[in-house]
């Protein structure tokens, strides 16, 4: 079965520094990973994907993630913060192939607050 | 174009009633999914439905179930509401089986 773990569930940064939000996943077999955002009241919003190809993949507003099969890892990044950008951010993955469904398995979350 | 829609916005049931909750995918996808998310918690996957036909089930009670309509909306239905079930309910489409997922915003659920 796979699994997600967020390895920290809050990350106060200062605006305008670096960030680095972790995920990590478990499966037996090849995988999709996703970054959601979510606003708080609202739904989710797909922030960016792997699905194959590149294994560094980057959003519109300057997140990038970066796929590490061997280490099993899918950690978020984004080179300078915004206040803006304070939010849940949630790990997702989904098995790719087989008999498997779309099922999105999802972490905890880490909450991103970005002071002034 | 619209994106994934969802009604009602927010409902407040008592404990044992029967609740009703509606989602329109993004046009041209077939493939829409339910998930429940706890307060403080990541969603958890409770339907998935492509062409009408349930493809997968989370570990939810039978007092859950869903149905996808030849125009591809859906419905969940939760009988016999426990205070528990009180959760955000999002829906999400997809084209397909193992495309990304865009999710509505949500129907938040209150049971007293």
């Known amino acids: 079965a796979q699994s997600v773990t967020q390895l920290d569930s809050q990350v106060p940064v200062f605006e305008e520094a670096p960030v680095e939000l972790r995920c990590n996943y478990s499966?037996?077999?090849?995988?999709?990973l996703f970054w959601y955002v979510q606003y708080p009241n609202q739904g989710l919003q797909l922030l960016l994907k792997?699905?194959?190809?590149?294994?560094l993949v980057e959003s519109i507003n300057g997140f990038e993630a970066e796929f590490n099969k061997s280490q099993t890892s899918f950690h978020l990044r984004k080179p300078s913060v915004h206040i803006s950008d304070t939010a849940e951010y949630f790990c997702?993955?989904?098995?790719?192939?087989?008999?498997?469904?779309?099922?999105?398995?999802f972490g905890q979350g880490t909450i991103l607050t970005v002071h002034p | 174009d619209a994106g994934v829609t969802q009604s009602p916005t927010h409902l407040i049931k008592t404990r044992g009633q029967h609740v009703t909750l509606r989602c329109s995918p993004i046009?041209?996808?077939?493939?829409v999914s339910w998930y429940q998310q706890v307060l403080g918690q990541g969603p958890q996957f409770i339907f998935q439905y492509y062409e009408k036909e349930e493809r997968g089930r989370g570990n939810f009670p039978d007092r859950f179930s869903a149905r996808q309509f030849p125009n591809y909306s859906s419905e969940l239905n939760v009988n016999a509401l426990l205070l528990g079930d009180s959760a955000l309910y999002l829906c999400a489409s997809s084209f397909g089986y193992h495309y990304e997922q865009y999710f509505g915003p949500g129907t938040r659920l209150t049971v007293t």
């Open positions: 997702a993955v989904n098995e790719a192939g087989g008999t498997s469904y779309g099922k999105l398995t």
């Open positions: 499966s037996s077999v090849s995988v999709y």
């Open positions: 792997y699905l194959s190809g590149s294994t």
């Open positions: 046009s041209g996808h077939k493939s």
